[in-house]
C-alpha cells in the first residue's frame, strides 16, 4: 500500500518510497533529490498559473498512453479530449480542487458530503484508529462506527489541509538566488521562499508551502485552508481492511475492504462546504474513463543517471536492510502479546509497506531494459545541451556537478542519517525533544535564518505536534531507542567521540531505558510549558530526553549544513539548469515528478496479463469469502461471516485502472467524468513500483475500492445507515 | 569473524560469505560458483602432485606481495626464498598438512600437545559449548575448564579431519566428461566423482573428497583421518573471547581472547600423535614472518564479472535481507529471557558475523576502482584468448555461457532457495526429516546415481548427523520454521500450489508449532530406527515433520534437477575452459580460489595505516580493560576483573599480519620458521572482506591471539595449570 507514517524515521524514508508524507527539505536524501516544500503570499487567487514555457507549442503535444501525474492548473484537457473522448472543464477543475484534500503527514481523501465527511483509507486512518484504542476497547480489531453526531471520535493528530490557491512564484525565487551557488544559493533559496510562505500565511487557518515543480523548473505557491478537528466516523475491522496483509500487498487480484470515514468539524459542527463529491451507486464498469485527483508523494522520472545510480546502490538498499532489520524485531515484538500486538501493528505494517515497495522499485532499477532507457534519455539530452553552445556553457556541467555533489554526499550520509534524519534516535519522546529544543532556539532569530521547518509559516504544524494527544508507549519506544543507537554505534562505530559521549558506560538499552523512564516529555502539559517558556525553559530542564537532543545538536546541526550546503544545493541548482535546458530543447509536454501536493491522473478500467493470462479488472465478494483460510492475514472478521447470506456476493469489490499513481495518493478518490465517486484508490499493483522511474501502461495499474462495494458493506455487513443515508444523500 | 553454524541454512550461505563449511556442490549458489568437493582412491599417498602446468614455467614468477591461499603440495617455497629469505621444505609442509586439521562443518585448528590435544577459536567450538550447557549450567557464560582428563566432555556433534594425502586425479575426472554437456555432464562429473571417493574410503574412519581447484582446472583428491570423539577442554566466558561483539568484528585494534582447547580421543583414550605444534612462549614480534595453516572456505577470485554482477546485484544483497530480518527477529528474541538468549546466541552471532562479512563485500563490489580491475582483468584474458585460433574456438563463448546459465538461475532462483537449500523450511527438525527421507530413498539407488550427499563415502557423515545428540530446543525451532514459512508464502506467493499445499488453511505459526510440538524427530532412538528401517520405515511413518518433507519432495528435487542441470553443469564446465585457457595463456604462478581445504598463507606482522594514523600490530591486556565498560559487548568477565592485580599488562594480546585469509581460517594456527605455534587467527579486519575478490596488501590483515596472551590468561586469569603445563611439555 502506498503510505507510510509520520513519524520522523519515515518521514525520511517517504522521501524515498514516495510515500507523500509532507515533504520538507530538511528531509531530502540525495539520490532521492530535492524537493523543496514552504511558501510565499497571493490572496486566494484563482487557479490561472503562467504557462509554463511560453516560447514552446504547448499544445503540440499528444498524448499516446494515461501516464501522467498532471497540474491541475496545467492539465492537458485538449489532449485527453482526443484520447479519451473528454476535456474537464476549468469548472470541472476548479472543483476537483477543492473537493480532493490532502492530510498533512502524508495521504489523501476527499470530501464526499455537504456536512464535512471525508472518505480516506483505513490504512490513511490507521494511526488515529490506533492512537483512540486502548488495551480494552481496540477498534483496530473491532473496528468502528460512529451511531450519532456525537459518537464521533476526536483524531490526535490529524490535520487536513484543502488547496484553496496556486500562485506562480518563479520568476521571484529565481531572481533571490540568480548567479549563486553552494552556501550562497541555499541561504538565498531558504530565505526567499520563507519570506513568500510568511506573507502568504496570513493566519493559522492558512498553511502556504512553496513546491518546486520540475525540480526547480518552476516555483509554485500553494496556499491550503487547513483542518485540525478532524473526527473518526467509521472504520472496519483491520483484518477486512488489510485482508491479505503483507502476501497480498501490491497485488492484484484483491479483496480489500481499506475505507474509512471522517468528518472535518469548524468551530466544533460539521464543515459545511459545497466543495464535496457526489456518490455514484453504480461505480465504473470495465473501459470507463477514470480521474484520481490526489497527493502522489515522490517520483523519480526526472532524476540523473548518477542519482538512478546513488538510489539503485545506496540509498535503497540501506534502506532494505534497516527496514528489514526493524521487520524481524516487530514481528517478534508483536508475539510477546496482544498488547504488544495493538500497540505496533500500524509500525510494523509501516515497515512491511516499505519493504515491499523499496523492493520492487530495486527491481526496477535493475532492470537493465529501465536502465538503459535512462541512460538513453539522459545521453540524449546531454547531446542536444553540447550542440547549442549557450546552454553548453551554461547547463552541461550540471549532471556532473549532480554526480559529484552525490559522491560528496557518500562521505557524510552515515553521520547525516543517524543524527539529523532520526536512524540513530527511533523515538517519539527524542522527536519531541528535538522539536522542543530546536523551534525555541530556532524562534529567536529571523524568520529566513531558521531551519525551514521552524519558520512562522511552520508554526501550526509545531504547536500541533507539540500538543498531540497521541499515546506513547513505553515498550516501544524502549524497543525502537534501543534499536537505532546500537545502530548509531555500530554504524559511526564504538569509537566515535559523540557515540562514546551519548552512550558512555551504559548499553543501548541501558540508555534507552533510563532515557524513556526518566523523560517527562510524554506529558502534553509539560511540552506546552516548555515550547511557550521558551529557550530559557529549554535550557534549564534536566530532562534526560532534552539534555540528549542538547548533547548532539552541535553535530547534527554541523553535518546538516554541510549536507544542505554543499550537497543539496549542488543538486537543486543543477536539476534547475537541467530543467530549463529539458523545456528549451523538448518544451513543457510533461508533467512534473510528483511532490506530495495535488495532482490528477485519468485512466481507464481496465484488465492485464500477468503469467500468461488476462486478468480481469473486478473482483467480487464472493472470492474474498473463498480466500479466507480463518487465519490472518487472510482472515474474515466475524461481521463479514455472519453476514455472507445477507451480502450480494456478486457485487464488486475492488477494481484496477490504468491511472498513473503513486505513494501518497493512497485515499484519492476516484471520480467519473461527472466528478463522482465511483472509488478510491488505496494501491498500485506489483507492476506500478517502477513508476516511481517510469510508467509501464501495459501492467502499470491503480487499485481500488469499488463504490458499489462500499454501499453494499456499510448497509449490509456494517448496518451504518447514518452513513449510508449521508452517502445517498449526496447524489447529484 | 570468519565463520557461520552448520545449520542447513547457514551451510547455503557459508558458500557466500566463504566460512568454510564442508562445501557439497548441493549447495552451490551461482555466482559462488560451483566448488565440488567428494573423491576416489589411492593408498596413503605421498604429497606429490602433478605438475599444474607442464608446459608453462612454474619456477619462473616472482612473488611481490603476501597474496595467496597457495596449495601445500603446490607451494612457492623458491619464491618465498626471494622474498622472506625462508623456504618451507618438503619435509616442514607434510608436517603442517598434518598438524592443522579441518573441524568437518568449517573451520580450522591445530594439535598443540603430543596428547591429541586441539586449539581452536572459542567461536569455532561455540555450538558445542552451548550444546552441553543447559539453563543450569551455562558454559556460554561461565567458560569451562577440566580439571581433570575425566571431566573433558564430548561433543555433541562434532567431527575433526585430519588430511593424509592429496593426489592427481584431474585425468581421470576430465575423461569421463569429455565431450559432454549440460544434463549429460552432470551425470558423468557425479558419477565418478562418486567412484573415486568410494573407493578411496575404504573405511569409516576415512573420509575422502574431490576437490574441484582453479574451477575444474585440476581435480585433487583429498583423503582424511576422521576423529568424531572430540572433547571439550578449556572455553572462557563467551563476553571475554568476543569482547567487543559485533561493533568490533572485523575490525582492528582487537581485544580478544577467542580461543577454545579440544580434545581428540581415540578408543576411549587421548589420540597418541607425533603431528602436532610445540609453543613458542614468546609469540612473533613485528616483522616476523608467519605461516597460517588452515581451510579458507571460499573466495570469489577467479570469478567472471557476469558472475560477480550477480553476487553484487542479486545474491549478497538478498542475503543481507535474509540476514537482517533474521538478526532483528532473533536480537527481540533474545530479550523475552536469559533461556531464550542461551539457546541463540550461536545463531544471532552467525547471523551478526555473516551479514557484516557480506556487507563487507558488496562495498568492495561497489568499489569502482575493484570491479573496473576484474572487468580489465577479464578482457585481457578474452583478447587473449580470441587471439589464439584454437581457443578462441573451444574457449570463448566459456564467458557468455556462464552470464547466461546465471540468468537462467535467475528464473529459478526462489524456488530454488527455499524448496532444495533450506529458506523456507529453517527448522533443524525439518532437516533430519529429509535426511531421513532422503538418505534412505537414495540408499536404494546406485552409488553414482545419487544425489551426491548421499554417496557411500558420505555415510558416516549421515550416520552423525542422524545420531548427534545435540539439544534441539522447540522455541527456536517454532521461531525460525514461522519465519522460513512465511518467507516461502511471500516469495512463492500465497496463491502458489506448493505454499497452499503445505499451509493449507494454517498461519505460519500454527503450523510451525503443529510439526515442531507433533514431531518425534527430536529422539535420537527414534531417528536411528528410521534410518536402520530403511525405505519403508520411513513410509510408514506418519511423522508430521516427516510427512511435510515428503509433500514437497518431488518440487524440491525437480528444482535441484534443474539447476545442477541447466545452471551448475554449464558454470562448472565453462570455468573449466576459462581455466584451462588461463593456464594456457597465463600460467600457473597462481593458487587456486578457496575451496574449504588446506592452505597455506605467508606473512609478516604488520601494522597498518587507518584514518590518517599507523596502526601497531599489536594490542595488550592493559588497552582491553581501558575499554571494557561493564556492560555487553564491552563487558570483560569476572575472572579477569579478579586476577587484573596478578597480570602484566603489558602482555600482548591480540596482532594482525599481512596473511592473507578468509572465512574457515579461523582457528587456524599461526606458526613461525620452525613451525611453532605463535598464536592462533580468529578474524580478518575489515580491509580484509574485499578478499573474497582481491587482496589488498596495504590494509588486508589477518588477526590472530597472541601465544604469549594464550599462556598468560590460562596461567593467571583461568588457573589451568594441567592445560599450561601440557602447552609448555610441548615445546621443542
Not at 450519532?148 to 518563479?170: F, G, M
Not at 554541523?558 to 528549451?584: C, G, M, P, T
Request: with cysteine.
Amino acid at each position: 500500500m502506498n503510505r507510510a507514517s509520520d513519524r520522523v524515521f519515515f518521514a525520511l524514508l517517504s522521501i524515498v518510497v514516495g510515500t507523500g508524507c509532507i515533504v520538507t527539505r530538511a528531509q531530502q536524501l540525495p539520490g532521492a533529490t530535492p524537493n523543496p516544500q514552504a511558501s510565499p503570499a497571493a490572496t486566494i487567487a484563482s487557479v490561472a498559473p503562467q504557462p509554463l514555457a511560453r516560447n514552446l507549442g504547448r499544445d503540440e503535444f499528444t498524448l499516446t498512453t494515461d501516464e501522467g501525474m498532471w497540474l491541475l492548473n496545467d492539465f492537458p484537457s485538449k489532449q485527453l479530449q482526443k484520447l479519451h473522448g473528454f476535456a474537464p472543464s476549468k469548472e470541472w477543475l476548479e472543483h476537483v480542487q477543492l473537493g480532493a484534500v490532502r492530510f498533512a503527514g502524508g495521504s489523501s481523501g476527499s470530501f464526499v458530503s455537504n456536512a464535512g465527511l471525508l472518505m480516506t483509507n483505513h490504512h490513511c486512518a490507521s494511526r488515529c484508529i490506533e492512537q483512540l484504542s486502548t488495551a480494552q476497547r481496540d477498534y483496530v480489531k473491532s473496528g468502528f462506527s460512529a451511531k450519532e453526531s456525537k459518537d464521533e471520535l476526536r483524531c490526535p493528530n490529524i490535520e487536513v489541509n484543502e488547496l484553496v490557491a496556486i500562485s506562480d512564484i518563479t520568476e521571484q525565487v529565481n531572481g533571490a538566488t540568480l548567479g549563486r551557488s553552494g552556501a550562497e544559493y541555499h541561504a538565498a533559496s531558504k530565505s526567499i521562499q520563507a519570506k513568500i510562505e510568511k506573507d502568504c500565511a496570513t493566519s493559522s487557518e492558512l498553511r502556504c508551502d512553496v513546491v518546486s515543480l520540475y525540480r526547480g523548473g518552476r516555483y509554485h505557491l500553494y496556499k491550503y485552508r487547513r483542518f485540525q478537528d478532524v473526527r473518526l466516523v467509521f472504520a472496519p475491522e483491520f483484518v477486512a481492511a488489510f485482508f491479505g496483509g503483507d502476501p497480498d500487498n501490491f497485488m492484484f487480484p484483491r479483496y480489500d475492504f481499506d475505507v474509512a470515514f471522517m468528518r472535518v468539524y469548524e468551530n466544533g459542527r460539521p464543515l459545511v462546504t459545497p466543495n464535496y463529491f457526489p456518490w455514484s451507486l453504480a461505480g465504473p464498469k470495465e473501459g470507463d474513463l477514470t480521474f484520481v485527483a490526489g497527493h502522489p508523494g515522490h517520483s523519480s522520472r526526472e532524476l540523473t543517471v548518477a542519482q538512478l545510480e546513488v538510489l539503485r546502490d545506496r540509498s535503497l538498499p540501506d534502506w532494505l536492510l534497516h527496514l528489514a532489520e526493524g521487520r524481524g524485531m516487530l514481528t517478534e515484538f508483536q508475539r510477546r502479546g496482544t498488547e504488544q500486538k495493538r500497540i505496533s501493528s500500524h509500525l510494523l505494517f509501516s515497515v512491511e509497506n516499505s519493504f515491499k515497495a523499496i523492493q520492487g522499485r530495486v527491481a526496477a532499477l535493475h532492470d537493465p531494459a529501465v536502465f538503459a532507457a535512462k541512460v538513453a534519455e539522459e545521453n540524449a539530452l546531454r547531446e542536444r545541451v553540447s550542440a547549442k553552445p549557450e546552454l553548453k556553457a551554461t547547463a552541461l556541467h550540471a549532471w556532473d556537478d549532480i554526480a559529484e555533489a552525490e559522491l560528496r554526499f557518500e562521505a557524510i550520509r552515515l553521520p547525516y542519517l543517524m543524527l539529523e534524519q532520526g536512524r540513530g534516535f527511533w523515538s517519539e519522546l527524542f522527536d519531541h525533544a528535538r522539536r522542543l529544543l530546536r523551534s525555541t532556539t530556532e524562534s529567536t532569530k529571523p524568520n529566513e535564518m531558521r531551519l525551514r521547518e521552524y519558520t512562522d509559516a511552520q508554526t501550526p504544524v509545531i504547536t500541533r505536534q507539540v500538543g498531540s494527544t497521541a499515546p506513547i508507549y513505553d515498550d516501544l519506544e524502549i524497543l525502537t531507542l534501543t534499536h537505532s543507537l546500537t545502530k548509531l554505534r555500530e554504524e559511526l562505530g564504538p569509537d566515535n567521540l559523540l557515540v562514546t559521549r551519548v552512550l558512555g558506560k551504559l548499553s543501548p538499552l541501558e540508555l534507552a531505558t533510563r532515557l524513556v523512564k526518566g523523560t517527562r516529555l510524554r506529558d502534553v502539559k509539560v511540552r506546552k510549558a516548555l515550547l511557550e517558556g521558551g529557550v530559557s525553559a529549554v535550557a534549564a530542564s534536566r530532562d534526560p530526553m532534552l539534555e540528549l537532543a542538547r548533547a548532539i545538536d552541535p553535530e547534527a546541526r554541523a553535518v546538516r549544513k554541510d549536507y544542505e550546503d554543499n550537497v543539496e544545493a549542488v543538486v537543486e541548482k543543477s536539476s534547475e539548469l537541467i530543467a530549463q535546458a529539458r523545456f528549451d530543447i523538448l518544451g513543457t509536454n510533461a508533467y512534473p515528478d510528483a511532490t506530495g501536493t495535488l495532482r490528477l491522473s485519468f485512466g481507464r478500467v481496465l484488465g492485464y496479463e500477468e503469467g500468461g493470462k488476462f486478468l480481469s479488472p473486478f473482483t467480487d465478494f464472493r472470492h474474498a469469502f473463498d480466500r479466507a483460510t480463518g487465519s490472518e492475514p487472510f482472515l474474515l472478521p466475524k461481521s463479514w461471516l455472519d453476514s455472507k447470506s445477507r451480502l450480494d456476493l456478486s457485487t464488486r469489490l475492488n477494481f484496477c485502472s490504468t491511472n498513473d499513481i503513486i505513494g501518497g495518493n493512497s485515499g484519492s478518490p476516484v471520480l467519473d467524468r461527472d466528478a463522482q465517486i465511483v472509488g478510491i484508490v488505496f494501491d498500485g499493483n506489483i507492476h506500478s513500483l517502477g513508476g516511481d522511474y517510469v510508467y509501464e501502461p501495459k501492467r502499470n495499474r491503480a487499485v481500488g475500492v469499488h463504490s458499489a462495494a462500499i454501499i453494499e458493506a456499510l448497509d449490509k455487513i456494517y448496518r451504518a445507515k447514518r452513513l449510508v443515508e449521508e452517502l445517498q444523500a449526496a447524489r447529484p
